[in-house]
DNA sequence: TTGACAAATGCAAATGGCTTGCATATACTA
DNA sequence: TAGTATATGCAAGCCATTTGCATTTGTCAA
C-alpha cells in the first residue's frame, strides 16, 4: 500500500513534468528518493534488476537525460568517469568525497548564493548552475 | 632564444617533480602555460601536429595523468564528456563557462577557503581539493 | 663521455560510458 | 477504446581513455 501511495505521487510528479509515467520510471524515481547519495546508470540497472524490471541500458541513459533536460535531475560528476543522478527536489547541497573509502557526504550549500550575485553583478554573467564537490578524507579514513 | 629560456624553466620545473623532461613533455608545458584556458588532449594533440612534434594519444593520456599526480595539473569538467587540464601554478579560481558560446571566463576564488575551514570545523572532512564551475549565460550572448 | 637502468613512448587492441537508428510497444487523451 | 506521440529494446557505433608489450630515450653515476 505504501507503495502504491509512492507510485501515485511519482505519476502526478513526472505528469507535471510532461513525461510518461512508465514502470521503469516509476521504479527510477522510487529508487532515487530512496537513495541518500547520486547514483550512476549501473546501480540504476542493478536495482531494476534486483526489483525484476528489466530495462536496456539505452532506456535509462535516455531517460536520464529526458529528466535533465525536463529539471528533474541534476547531473554529478565525482571524478569518476562516468556521471551520476540526484533529484532536484533534493535541493542545494554539495558533497563531500573521500577519495580513500569512498563515502559521499551531504552538506549544504552556504555560500554559493552571494558567490553567484557576485558573479552576476562583477562579470555580468548569468550564471544558470554550478556545479561544487569537495575530494578529502573523512573523519573515519582520518584516523 | 625565448624558447630556450622557456625550456629551461620547464626543465628546472620538471626535474622538480621528478618526472623526465622529454620533448613533448616540454612543448605541451610550454602550451599549457600559454593557454589561457583548461584544455583537453585534442587540444594539446594539435598543437603538438602544428609544432611538428609527433605524439600519441596514449602518451598525452599518460602524461596528463602522470602530471595529475604530481600536482602539476588539475583535472578541470566543463561537462563535455571528455576532460580538460589546467596547470596547478596558475592557482585557485574558477570558471564561467557559457552555455551557448561555449566561452570561458576565470573568476578568482574568494569564498572557497572559508568553506573549506566551515567543513572542516563542522564535519571534520579534511578537505584536498574541490571542483567549482559555474555554467551560464555570459554578457556576450545575452543581448 | 659513456653505460645502465628506470622512465617514457608508440602502436594496437581493448574497455567503458554513452549515443543513435529503427522497428515495436506502451501510456495518455479524446 | 482507438489514435498518436512517446518510450523502449536491440544492435551497432562513437569517442574518450586505458592497457600490454616491445622499443626508445632521459638521467645519473662512474
Known sequence: MFNLIKNHDCRQELKGFEVKATPARLAVMKFLESSNQPVDVNAILDYLTRESIHADP?????????FVDKGILKKIDFREGKTRYELSSKGDHHHLVCTNCGN????????????????????????????????????????
Do not use: P
Open 58 to 66: 539505452a532506456t535509462i541513459f535516455r531517460m536520464m537525460n529526458a
Open 104 to 143: 559521499v557526504e551531504r552538506i549544504e550549500d552556504s555560500h554559493m548564493k552571494e558567490f553567484e550575485e557576485e558573479i552576476k553583478k562583477k562579470k555580468k554573467f548569468l550564471v544558470k548552475s554550478h556545479s561544487l564537490e569537495f575530494f578529502g578524507i573523512c573523519q573515519n579514513c582520518q584516523s
